[in-house]
């Protein structure tokens, strides 16, 4: 059974900082290309950073320069360090795995940036 289960969301105010972790179990995590997205409210899903299985980085423009998206494939668990935060950051963060036609999401994990 595929589990992808997220953790690290919470409340911070403007400017701080959050780090997400995702731990996955049930797959080859290193073969698998992870990612994390986001949904505010009224808003369609999106994607915030990905990580291919070697290593290769892709950032939302949002994000760049403030987030940063890295994998543990000796701990099964992708990582979403997150700075400088903005209100508008506010969303579910999702963590997704790919491999071919395999698509994997976690069950989300609230990040809610307010004074």
């Known amino acids: 059974q595929v589990q992808l289960v997220e953790s690290g969301g919470g409340l911070v105010q403007p400017g701080g900082s959050l780090r997400l972790s995702c731990a996955a179990s049930g797959v080859i995590f290193k073969f698998y290309a992870m990612g994390w997205h986001r949904q505010a409210p009224g808003k369609q899903r999106e994607l915030v950073a990905g990580?291919?299985?070697?290593?290769?980085?892709n950032y939302a423009d949002s994000v760049k320069g403030r987030f940063t998206i890295s994998r543990d494939n000796a701990k099964n668990t992708v990582y979403l360090q997150m700075n400088s935060l903005k209100p508008e950051d506010t969303a579910v963060y999702y963590c997704?795995?790919?491999?071919?036609?395999?698509?994997?999401w976690g069950q989300g994990t609230q990040v809610t940036v307010s004074s």
């Open positions: 997704n795995g790919h491999l071919m036609s395999h698509d994997y």
């Open positions: 990580i291919t299985s070697g290593g290769t980085t």
